[in-house]
Nanobody, 120 residues
């Protein structure tokens, strides 16, 4: 069982930056691939980024490539999402997720989400 708690969301102007954090409760969390997803009002949840257990592989949605960076600190059981050049269309609830596979888009464990609002 892995419990995930996101933090770092908030309100930012377009062009600004935010850094999200996701703390994992399990001591085995370092063995999991970690994902970020997001869900905007009235839209389906969508994949944002994933990082494998060691941090050696990262994949991004085309919509955030070049602007967002996913990273992890296994000593702290924490994964991060640095978001730069934010746009109003990035407004969503951002969810952290974990799974043994970096290739699944239906991870087993999910956090509760953190709201990111980008004003124009």
């Amino acid at each position: 069982q892995v419990q995930l708690v996101e933090s770092g969301g908030g309100l930012v102007q377009a062009g600004g930056s935010l850094k999200l954090s996701c703390a994992a409760s399990s001591r085995t969390a370092s063995a999991y691939a970690m994902d970020w997803f997001r869900q905007a009002p009235g839209k389906e949840r969508e994949f944002v980024a994933v990082i494998n257990w060691s941090g050696s592989r990262r994949y991004y949605a085309d919509s955030v490539k070049g602007r967002f960076t996913i990273s992890r600190d296994n000593a702290k059981n924490t994964v991060y999402l640095q978001m730069n050049s934010l746009k109003p269309e990035d407004t969503a609830v951002y969810y952290c997720a974990a799974d043994t596979s970096e290739y699944t888009r239906s991870p087993r464990y999910w956090g509760q989400g953190t709201q990111v609002t980008v004003s124009s």
